[in-house]
């Protein structure tokens, strides 16, 4: 249940987020693509990015985990790919994104009382 609630709370993140930012659109506003956004970030966060993460370890090390960054942005911009009704206008505004989006997706959940685990 609490998976579902996070769900719905990230989607409700990613329309305030793409509100917020130029460049980048929820087509109609529609909860329903954010909802679809929200369940492509979860999935690819949870099976990609791990996997990016480890190939990535020595350029990460180099750079002192800046790499990491542009992991976040290379997720949004796959995912932009993979929901319709979803655009980033480039690699800065993905990058945004997640900042804006990992902040008001905090924001929400420490308002509807969920912890991170």
């Known amino acids: 249940m609490n998976f579902i609630v996070k769900i719905i709370l990230s989607a409700i993140a990613v329309l305030i987020t793409a509100w917020l930012l130029p ?8 909860f329903f693509t954010a909802l679809m956004i929200a369940v492509a970030l979860a ?8 996997i990016l993460v480890f190939l990535t370890i020595p350029i990460t090390i180099l ?12 997720i949004i911009l796959l995912a932009e790919h993979l ?5 980033v206008s480039g ?3 993905a990058l945004l994104f997640s900042f804006v989006l990992s902040i008001t997706a905090s924001i ?10």
């Open 43 to 50: 999935f690819l966060n949870a099976v990609l990015k791990p």
């Open 63 to 74: 750079t002192l985990g800046f790499f990491y960054l542009v992991i976040n942005a290379g």
């Open 23 to 30: 460049g980048v659109s929820v087509e109609g506003n529609s």
């Open 91 to 93: 690699f800065f505004t």
């Open 83 to 87: 929901v319709n009704g979803f655009h």
């Open 108 to 117: 929400l959940d420490a308002l509807a009382g969920i912890k991170n685990e």
